[in-house]
């Protein structure tokens, strides 16, 4: 089972967008696929077809400990891939796990117990460095981290990467970047083109060579509680993530 944060401490970089479409992506190749949910405002979760305010129990009630990561889960109607929903009860964590024993391991803890039920775990954290990215930075095996090919987002690139190093030497030894992913990408746009080279000559093919589109229809597809791949396959967003999904799954099978 391999888990992988996607974060980026910036907003509005297409994190959830990746998350999801990841998820559906992967699973249409055969994967087993677990989305885990660690946003207070469960966009993952209603953008997979999820009502989060019908949820009785969330990823909230596991990482507090009184629910296990099996009693919480759902399973998506359409596209394949199971869920750990959040909704706004996950804000209230990062207060009652503050004097925890363990805090930061929380969500390791919690996913040790289905590591043989899944190939992928996907883990949509919040745009913060809070408790809750923590959990999931020490959780995960590796980091995505998608952005938008734009002046301020090396800036931030740089503040997490550091944040990363920390984690690395204080929680989990084993956590590595995984991939840069280029996102809402605009291949009109100077700047874009410019940025996208900065990166591949700094992080080289750390960077994807997939790069996801600006779509309108990746833009929809959230407000009918779909991924794109659903609703709507032929659409260049949902291709581009299956392109990604395929890019993931061959990097793996080369490191075998």
Known sequence: MKILAITNQKGG???????????ASLAAFGSRVLLVDLDPQGNATTGSGIDKAKMKHTIYHVLIGDKTVAEVTQKTEK???????????????????????????????????????????????????????????????AVMIPMQCEYYALEGLTDLVNTIKKVRTHLNPVLEIEGLLRTMFDNRNMLAQQVSAQLVS???????????????????????????????????????????????LGREKAKQ
């Open 202 to 248: 700094h992080f080289g093919d750390k960077v994807y060579s997939t790069l996801i589109p600006r779509n309108v229809r990746l833009a929809e597809a959230p407000s009918y509680g779909m991924p794109a791949l659903i609703y709507d396959k032929s659409s260049k967003g949902a291709q581009a993530y299956l392109q990604l999904a395929e890019e993931i």
């Open 13 to 23: 970089v297409g994190k959830t967008t990746t998350c999801v479409n990841l998820a």
């Open 79 to 141: 596209s394949n891939f199971d869920v750990l929903p959040a909704n706004r009860d996950l804000a209230g964590a990062e207060v009652e796990l503050v004097n925890e024993i363990g805090r930061e391991t929380k969500l390791k803890v919690a996913l040790a117990a289905i590591k043989d039920q899944y190939d992928y775990v996907l883990l949509d954290c919040p745009p913060a460095l809070n408790l809750v990215t923590v959990n999931a930075l020490t959780a995960a095996h």
